[in-house]
């Protein structure tokens, strides 16, 4: 099923240089990376660390890219291939544009979605350059004729390209400069065994510790040039479903509102609370599409167990939406269960939204009559 995210086409590539000479500012264009994320702002780019040593929280990740960087730098080698996987809005491009940035190398951007043939990868692989870092976003999401023309391209820095038909039909070898693709995913479930055992470095991005999250709270805050309460920062984290881009998204916004409801600006606890409530983000860290999700559970299929594909459609929402940007905070927060037969809103679940199990429930299947 498509997706129903708008993906850019990537004409002149995400080419863009981070090596030594580049200024700290992102290229104009360095946006191009995600409008896949309907929550993307604006201010994305400009709260993006540039840096490793910028980069908050998940110390064992960073610490393990670090190492990675280091060995490469001093052997005067290419990094490895690198998969990064993880819930939208974790830093998987955050980490990926820095790494080339440490290395002083350049990066290409290229979106797995919008790469539909062998022929559109092409142009990536020949302007890589020696050492150069391809990332490709969604990668699970790239069509199995791209990916296996992305394989010898990993492994040997090599390309196979048909050409012609019938009897004239022959296939040239074309040798590539090394290089580094790092692939991020949402979905690492989704990726073919033998795609995966391409990468050699492989992370895992989890959800934030909320101590992390306020810090990246007040320093963003301080880069937007706004006074934020501890306190304050804290409640916008202990909401943001344990998500930078989440974070940095209410940030804003209770930034706007503070504008208008503060003297100077600034955001204190009871400014935030209002921009939460404002936003319709409860105590928790829902949004409305997560309460959503939960209500047409428990209303239409009795709390579960109930497939995605139906709730997807209950809800008139993508499956991949739901799976991607719903469920995985619901599974992290005990509200949401997954068993063999199906999604289980739990009795917490049931708790938070004020509801009561109806008899029978459990065993799904609308309760029509
Ligand atoms: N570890 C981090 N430290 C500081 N900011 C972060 C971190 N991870 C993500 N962010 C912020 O969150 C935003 C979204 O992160 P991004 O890397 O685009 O997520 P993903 O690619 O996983 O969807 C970034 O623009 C950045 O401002
Ligand atoms: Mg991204």
Redesign the pocket.
Known sequence: MPRERVIRGDEDGGRRGLGGGNSGRPPDHARGG?PF?PDDDAF??A???QRLCH????NKVVERVRVMLDATKKRGDTLGHLLLD?P???????IATVIPRELSVDIQIAAGPALSAPKDLLPYLTNAGHGSVLFIDEIHRLPPAVEEFLYPAMEDFRVDIALGEGLNARTINMQLKPFTVIG?TTRSGMLTAPMRDRFVYREHLDFYELEDLVE?VCRNATKLKTDVTREAAHEVARRSQGT??KA?NILIRTRDYATLRHAEGKITTEIAAEALEMLEIDGLGLERQDRRYLQTLMDVFGGGPAGVQAIAHSMSLPADTIEDDVEPFLLRSGLLQRTPRGRVATDAAFEHLGRRRSQGGGEGGPTLF
């Open positions: 995600q994320d994305d780019d709260l993006r660390p980069v908050i929280g998940q993880g939208p809005g974790i830093g998987k491009t955050t991020a990246l930078p881009r940095n």
